[in-house]
């Protein structure tokens, strides 16, 4: 009896250990065909990205489970059935599972908390100055490559920074990005009275103060510095939220050099640190939490007691954050360390990866930036270089399934009744594009002195005009605001460029604002409003870039506006143009050398010989010998560069490319009745350049031509609307021609 119980028992065991591997040999070759190993869930973050997928293995393991239960329950009633007081051997590892035959399908993995699809997620970053304004576009460039969900960045600025990132945005027009910005100047008196060596100045300290300087609504917060590169979705960081405890309110990856070891030079004594202290370039701040601690008196009575040893404090906020956790270390969360691969000399972010794919967050934390050493520098610097110079117009996504942000009326509604067989339509879509605008790519410290006369070069160019820049600077000792047409690739050479030339970083008072390029045709009027309204003088001279002015021509226009007292009347002044065919000039010196020059052939006045009508109404027979300034009338087709007040008409941009750009300007100070004053001891002189692809377009193809009548005829029937009856001569003039 006891032996054929035995055999029974032996048969059932042997017949569910075969069941048990059969299935997992099933689930095994299921896996195979969905290209993954069901044995191997994925950790750190890692979410699934097949749904279907993960709906049906589910069901083949619940399926597996239940086939599992009745085998179980099968085996338990014969061993209650054999039982006569010995021990049940036949226990297997399934003691300590919850009653009923349930089990948990635990890993060795962390319950990862998912992010809904369209959840709004908040960035903070503090940013001051033309060169952060710079560098945090690649952050942000990198954010938005990776991302699926929405984002709300929140910037702490000084006014350089809140300029420049708002018009950036405002242009970008990127959809589900919300962006807010708060006055660095208002959080000053709560870190200035903290001395700091760090090169970041007192918006290093600004990061202690987010609890007060974002909304009290806001919970929580991902906190970078400028100088992150993101090589991965930051949905995946959002989701460590989850994973602190009730009392964890900080999370922050350890820092990677022996900083706060302090055994990097004899007598090196840094701020207190829990073990290798904390890194600050990556924070997870749990907001709502913080606040009801009493975060602001909590870093505050930290900071006092240290500084009164420290004296200051050496990387800004990065100390205090350690000085705190260093006191009560329950507060702060370890992130694993690839969320803040810091890249500054002789760290052991080495340690961080071991495979490109476990690369996360890449943080360029040394003085030396790109120079820095590591022995994968390479790779880094070509990923961070890939994301500088990418062009931000393909990131201009829609998040589908996510509601957006409603497109600003106007131009957006325009762009979508345009009729694609109109034979215009090239030429319309451009003029309604909407340019990316970087305003100050580069450091700009010119201020306006309380001077009415002062007169700033306003000009454009492309990447072809590159050559002239340092020879006009030569030539025009005042401030100039240039509008750059490139490409995001473009942006960077011309950075280069300039840092590398003398002439160029030398002057503090030359504004260069990047519009990147899009669309066939060149936005040159767009161009020129751009850099015109971000002047800051009363006057404007506007001008293109192929001209050189006279030497001491800014000195003369400013005297010039004072003795014309231009302030009190309507008036704009011009400057006569001439060119030379030779590659190679000796600029004239004065008046008299010029005309010795165009006696002698060597020199002409502009544009005689192709489009005279252009600049003979300025008559250069009478300037010739003309003492004082002198009025000259409209003419068709006039178009002189002139000095104007800052406030003048703006140019109308629905003129792209060659043709009619100036003229229709010029007709417009007109028709506002400004008067026309030919200055006697003033000049410029075009140089010689190969021709433009606009001009070649317009001189081959008869539809190019043909589209700019038709933009010609619209703009008179503008300007009729606008000035009424003064402006019927303009209609009559064209028409006799």
Same mark, same amino acid.
């Given at each position: 009896m006891l032996r054929s119980w035995r055999v029974k028992l032996k048969l059932l065991l042997a017949t569910v250990t075969l069941a048990v591997l059969l299935s997992w040999l099933y689930l095994f070759v299921g896996s195979l065909e969905y290209g993954r190993f069901l044995l191997l869930p994925p950790c750190l973050g890692e979410q699934p990205s097949r749904d279907v997928e993960r709906e049906a293995l589910a069901s083949r393991v619940r399926r597996v489970e239940e086939e599992n239960q009745q085998l179980r329950l099968q085996l338990s009633q014969v061993q209650a059935e054999g039982s006569d007081g010995n021990p049940q051997w036949g226990a297997s590892a399934e003691d300590g599972e919850p009653p009923g035959g349930e089990r948990s399908n635990r890993t060795a993995c962390p319950k990862q908390r998912t992010v809904h699809k369209c959840e709004l997620l908040h960035v903070a970053i503090v940013c001051a100055g033309h060169n952060a304004s710079r560098d945090v576009v690649t952050l942000v460039k990198s954010i938005l490559f990776h991302r699926k969900n929405p984002l709300h960045f929140h910037f702490i600025t000084d006014s350089v920074a809140h300029q420049i990132l708002q018009t950036l945005f405002q242009s970008w027009m990127v959809p589900s990005v919300h962006v807010s910005f708060y006055n660095a100047d208002d959080l000053k008196p709560e870190v200035s009275w903290i001395p700091n060596k760090h090169y970041s100045g007192i918006y290093g300290l600004m990061k202690l103060t987010l609890t007060k300087a974002l909304p009290s609504s806001l919970s929580k917060v991902i906190v970078l510095d400028t100088d992150i590169t993101f090589a991965t979705d930051i949905a995946e960081l959002w989701a460590v939220f989850g994973k602190f405890s009730d009392k964890q309110v900080i999370g922050l990856v350890e820092n990677q050099s022996d900083w706060y070891l302090g055994n990097l030079w004899k007598n090196h004594k840094p701020w207190p640190a829990l073990g290798r202290g904390f890194n600050t370039g990556v924070i997870l701040l749990l907001l709502d939490r913080l606040r009801?601690?009493?975060?602001?008196?909590?870093?505050?009575?930290? $900071?006092?007691?240290?500084?009164?040893?420290?004296?200051? =404090?050496?990387?800004?906020?990065?100390?205090?954050?350690?000085?705190?956790?260093?006191?009560?270390?329950?507060?702060?969360?370890?992130?694993?360390?690839?969320?803040?691969?810091?890249?500054?000399?002789?760290?052991?972010?080495?340690?961080?990866? =071991?495979?490109?794919?476990?690369?996360?967050?890449?943080?360029?934390? @040394?003085?030396?930036?790109?120079?820095?050493?590591?022995?994968?520098?390479?790779?880094?610097?070509?990923?961070?270089?890939?994301?500088?110079? +990418?062009?931000?117009?393909?990131?201009?996504r829609e998040l589908f399934g996510c509601a957006s942000?409603?497109?600003?009326?106007?131009?957006?509604?325009?762009?979508?009744?345009?009729?694609?067989?109109?034979?215009?339509?090239?030429?319309?879509?451009?003029?309604? =594009?909407?340019?990316?605008?970087?305003?100050?790519?580069?450091? +700009?410290?010119?201020?306006?002195?309380? /001077?009415?006369?002062?007169? =700033?070069?306003?000009?454009?160019?492309?990447?072809?005009?590159?050559?002239?820049?340092?020879?006009?600077?030569?030539?025009?000792?005042?401030?100039? @605001?240039?509008?750059? +047409?490139?490409?995001?690739?473009?942006?960077?050479?011309?950075?280069?460029?300039?840092?590398?030339?003398?002439?160029? @970083?030398?002057?503090?008072?030359?504004?260069?604002?990047?519009?990147?390029?899009?669309?066939?045709?060149?936005?040159? /009027?767009?161009?020129?409003?751009? $850099?015109?309204? /971000?002047t800051q003088t009363p006057y404007v001279f506007l001008t293109d870039i192929d001209f050189l002015p006279m030497y001491g021509l800014y000195d003369y226009l400013r005297n010039s506006i004072q003795q014309l007292e231009l302030p009190q009347r309507k008036a704009a002044l011009i400057v006569p143009a001439f060119e030379t065919l030779h590659y190679r000039l000796t600029f004239p010196k004065s008046k008299a050398e010029l005309l010795s020059m165009l006696d002698m052939g060597s020199l002409y006045t502009f544009r005689y010989h192709v489009w005279p009508k252009g600049h003979a109404p300025t008559d250069y027979a009478k300037w010739r010998t003309a003492t004082v300034p002198y009025r000259v009338a409209w003419q068709p087709d006039f178009e002189p560069y002139v000095v104007v007040r800052r406030d003048c008409p703006k140019y109308d941009q629905r003129f792209v490319g060659f043709g009619w750009n100036k003229v229709s300007h010029i007709m417009e100070l007109d028709a506002q009745e400004y008067e026309l004053l030919v200055l006697p001891n003033a000049f410029m002189i075009h140089m010689p350049h190969a021709p433009?692809?606009?001009? @070649?377009?317009?001189?081959?193809?008869?539809?190019?031509?043909?589209?700019?009548?038709?933009?010609?005829?619209?703009?008179?029937?503008?300007?009729?609307?606008? +000035?009424?009856?003064a402006a019927l001569k303009y209609l009559t003039a064209e028409r006799s021609l």
């Open positions: 009801r601690l009493g975060w602001e008196q909590m870093w505050r009575l930290t $900071a006092e007691r240290e500084l009164m040893s420290m004296l200051s =404090t050496s990387l800004a906020d990065q100390d205090i954050f350690n000085a705190v956790i260093k006191q009560d270390p329950a507060l702060v969360y370890r992130l694993p360390c690839f969320w803040n691969v810091q890249l500054s000399d002789h760290t052991r972010s080495e340690q961080c990866y =071991t495979e490109v794919s476990d690369l996360k967050v890449i943080h360029w934390n @040394s003085p030396k930036k790109l120079r820095v050493k590591n022995k994968h520098v390479e790779f880094f610097r070509n990923l961070y270089l890939t994301f500088l110079e +990418y062009d931000g117009n393909l990131l201009r942000l409603p497109s600003p009326p106007g131009d957006q509604q325009a762009l979508e009744e345009l009729d694609e067989d109109d034979p215009c339509y090239d030429f319309r879509r451009q003029h309604l =594009t909407q340019h990316r605008v970087h305003l100050f790519f580069l450091q +700009y410290e010119f201020l306006a002195l309380p /001077n009415p006369t002062d007169v =700033t070069l306003v000009a454009q160019l492309s990447m072809d005009r590159l050559q002239m820049l340092e020879a006009i600077c030569k030539h025009w000792a005042g401030p100039i @605001s240039l509008a750059l +047409y490139m490409s995001d690739a473009e942006a960077q050479q011309f950075l280069r460029y300039a840092q590398a030339s003398e002439v160029l @970083s030398a002057r503090r008072n030359v504004a260069y604002h990047i519009v990147y390029k899009e669309g066939q045709f060149y936005p040159i /009027n767009l161009l020129r409003n751009v $850099a015109l309204a /971000n433009s692809f606009d001009i @070649s377009k317009f001189r081959l193809s008869a539809g190019y031509r043909g589209c700019l009548q038709t933009l010609r005829e619209e703009f008179h029937q503008d300007l009729s609307r606008r +000035y009424g009856a």
